[in-house]
């Protein structure tokens, strides 16, 4: 895998985010794309409902709440532990100095560990025989390139190699909802193959919200991930078109 240095670095371009990927030459990020190339029409309505300061204080703070899922997440997963309550007790105390750190509030704090802990007490974990990588970048030169960070690519009990993304939500999802979850992924699929070689056996969306406490797992075929990679190479294309 590529994971010099280099791969992590982003950098602001016309407020669009790149990545340096150290081939002298910078890929729009995945979520660039997708945010640039995709109807936005009802975020634009919300913000503009509820005002554009008081959207941004939303929007930051479910972010935090979703950075702090996103981080025990890793503590837990990364843990040299092998006893799961042994990694979660790791998970829980680092994730506080984390917090702490980053000067989040103690309701965006509780809030995060709550969806964390909705994937624990589901047994999601269980189904992650080996952690492959945790955040790592990929970058893909077709249509143009493009790069991005993956939350967890994982081994299954069977063996099989899946690319995972953790989505957070005030409530549950509707599949009609998620095209752009599924093209993200399946951008990251595409990436992984072409620098790796090897072709993962699919690809699944967790998303866990606030208001119960049931994930939801979407899983991904090789032939879902075939469709919605056309569709997001198709916006590759257009926005280095635009962006030349």
Same mark, same amino acid.
């Given at each position: 895998?590529?994971?010099?240095?280099?791969?992590?670095?982003?950098?602001?371009?016309?407020?669009?985010?790149?990545?340096?990927?150290?081939?002298?030459?910078?890929?729009?990020?995945?979520?660039?794309?997708?945010?640039?190339?995709?109807?936005?029409?009802?975020?634009?309505?919300?913000?503009?409902?509820?005002?554009?300061?008081?959207?941004?204080?939303?929007?930051?703070?479910?972010?935090?709440?979703?950075?702090?899922?996103?981080?025990?997440?890793?503590?837990?997963?990364?843990?040299?532990?092998?006893?799961?309550?042994?990694?979660?007790?790791?998970?829980? #105390?680092?994730? =506080?100095?984390?917090?702490? %750190?980053? +000067?989040?509030?103690?309701?965006?704090?509780? *809030?995060? /560990? $709550?969806?964390?802990?909705?994937?624990?007490?589901?047994?999601?974990?269980?189904?992650?025989?080996?952690?492959?990588?945790? #955040?790592?970048? =990929?970058?893909?030169?077709? %249509?143009? +390139?493009?790069?991005?960070?993956?939350?967890? *690519?994982? /081994? $299954?009990?069977?063996?099989?190699?899946?690319?995972?993304?953790?989505?957070?939500?005030?409530?549950?999802?509707?599949?009609?909802?998620?095209?752009?979850?599924?093209?993200?992924?399946?951008?990251?699929?595409?990436?992984?193959?072409?620098?790796?070689?090897?072709?993962?056996?699919?690809?699944?969306?967790?998303?866990?919200?606030?208001?119960?406490?049931?994930?939801?797992?979407?899983?991904?075929?090789?032939?879902?991930?075939?469709?919605?990679?056309?569709?997001?190479?198709?916006?590759?294309?257009?926005?280095?078109?635009?962006?030349?």
């Amino acid at each position: 895998m590529a994971t010099a240095e280099g791969l992590s670095r982003t950098v602001q371009v016309k407020g669009m985010r790149y990545y340096d990927v150290g081939v002298d030459k910078l890929f729009p990020s995945v979520t660039t794309i997708l945010g640039a190339m995709t109807d936005k029409s009802g975020l634009d309505k919300w913000r503009n409902q509820v005002g554009h300061e008081k959207a941004d204080q939303i929007s930051r703070q479910a972010a935090n709440r979703g950075t702090v899922m996103h981080q025990m997440i890793e503590y837990y997963l990364l843990s040299s532990e092998v006893d799961p309550r042994a990694r979660l007790r790791e998970a829980q #105390e680092r994730i =506080l100095a984390f917090a702490s %750190e980053q +000067g989040f509030s103690d309701e965006e704090v509780q *809030i995060g /560990r $709550k969806l964390f802990y909705n994937f624990y007490n589901s047994g999601s974990f269980e189904q992650i025989a080996e952690v492959v990588s945790i #955040e790592e970048t =990929l970058y893909c030169y077709r %249509e143009g +390139g493009y790069a991005g960070r993956v939350d967890t *690519i994982y /081994r $299954k009990p069977t063996g099989e190699l899946i690319i995972s993304d953790y989505k957070t939500s005030k409530g549950p999802k509707k599949l009609e909802w998620i095209s752009n979850y599924f093209m993200q992924a399946s951008a990251y699929f595409v990436a992984y193959w072409e620098m790796t070689g090897e072709r993962p056996a699919g690809c699944e969306i967790w998303i866990s919200n606030e208001q119960d406490q049931e994930p939801q797992i979407f899983s991904m075929s090789l032939a879902d991930v075939k469709v919605h990679a056309a569709k997001f190479l198709a916006l590759v294309k257009a926005f280095h078109a635009q962006h030349a």
